[in-house]
Nanobody, 116 residues
């Protein structure tokens, strides 16, 4: 059974930083494409950043230069370092693990709130 467990969300002031982590179990992490998505109230879920098994990263324009995705294959974890946070970054952030188009799994989500 595949499990994704996110941690690291919370409340932070504008300009602050947070680090999200996602621990994966139940399948070979090393060959999964890992991604972070977010969903704000009333909006569709959107890709924030993803990273291939080989370490190639891709990130949305709205986070470039501020957020960094990374993975640790020895610990089966993927992280999202978020700097220079803005109120519009407020959302539930979801971890996604994909072994194929039909074999993709989601974490339960972690709330990130950016507010003064």
């Amino acid at each position: 059974q595949v499990q994704l467990v996110e941690s690291g969300g919370g409340l932070v002031q504008p300009g602050g930083s947070l680090r999200l982590s996602c621990a994966v179990s139940g399948r070979d992490f090393r060959i999964a494409t890992m991604g972070w998505y977010r969903q704000a109230p009333g909006k569709q879920r959107e890709l924030v950043a993803d990273i291939t098994p080989g370490g190639r990263t891709n990130s949305a324009d709205f986070v470039k230069g501020r957020f960094t995705i990374s993975r640790d294959n020895a610990k089966n974890t993927v992280s999202l370092q978020m700097n220079s946070l803005k109120p519009e970054d407020t959302a539930v952030y979801y971890c996604n693990a994909a072994w194929s188009v039909v074999r993709a799994y989601w974490g339960q989500g972690t709330q990130v709130t950016v507010s003064s």
